[in-house]
């Protein structure tokens, strides 16, 4: 079983400031990776993916992550955060097999908030 | 960017009627894919549907649920009858070839 793991519920900061969300997956496949962010009330928006290559990866809004194999993990980065990043954060896998339907597994989920 | 369409927003039914989701998928996706969440809880995959069949669904899509997009019309999700643990927010996917899935913004249920 495929699971993803976001330690942290809650995390806090002030403008300007970076961020890490912190993402593990329990797979030893090859595998997709991806975060979301949803605001309040809304549905989620694709932030950034990881499937093969350059282990950082660049997303919208100035948002970058990085894949490490080693440990299983895919943390999420922004170096000066915006009050608008305020939301919900979402790591998402899916494993990348042969046959695999592309379903993706979410974790909980991280709220991020980010005071003035 | 490609916007995924769900309607309605809301819905409100008694327990044991029947519902109809509606998604309006990005027009050239392939792959289509309905996402339960609950208040407060994970996004959990529910089903996905490619080629006019159902590719893989998982526990939470119970007997009384189905999927269809006739014609490349709609994707549709309905719940016959409904229970009142379906109260949730459904989303609606889609993605292309590729794995990138686009989300549409849910339509809450409430099931009384």
């Known amino acids: 079983t495929q699971t993803v793991s976001q330690s942290d519920a809650h995390v806090t900061v002030f403008e300007g400031d970076s961020v890490e969300l912190r993402c593990n997956y329990s797979y030893g496949g090859s595998i997709y990776l991806s975060w979301y962010i949803q605001h309040h009330g809304r549905g989620l928006q694709f932030l950034l993916k990881y499937y093969s290559g350059n282990p950082v990866v660049q997303g919208v809004n100035g948002f970058e992550a990085e894949f490490s194999k080693s440990d299983s993990s895919f943390h999420l980065r922004k170096a000066s955060v915006h009050w608008s990043d305020s939301a919900v954060y979402f790591c998402a896998a899916s494993p990348s097999i042969t046959g695999n339907t592309r379903k993706l597994i979410f974790g909980l989920g991280t709220t991020l908030q980010v005071q003035p | 960017g490609p916007k995924v369409l769900q309607i309605p927003s809301h819905q409100i039914i008694d327990m044991g009627q029947m519902v109809t989701l509606n998604c309006d998928p990005v027009?050239?996706?392939?792959?289509f894919y309905w996402y339960k969440q609950i208040l407060g809880q994970q996004m959990e995959f529910l089903v996905n549907f490619y080629n006019g069949k159902v590719m893989e669904k998982s526990k939470l899509f119970k007997d009384q649920f189905s999927v269809e997009r006739p014609d490349g019309s709609y994707f549709t999700l309905k719940i016959q009858p409904t229970a009142l643990e379906d109260s949730a927010v459904y989303f609606c996917a889609s993605s292309p070839v590729s794995y990138e899935q686009y989300f549409g913004p849910g339509t809450r249920l409430t099931v009384l």
């Open positions: 027009s050239n996706h392939l792959y």
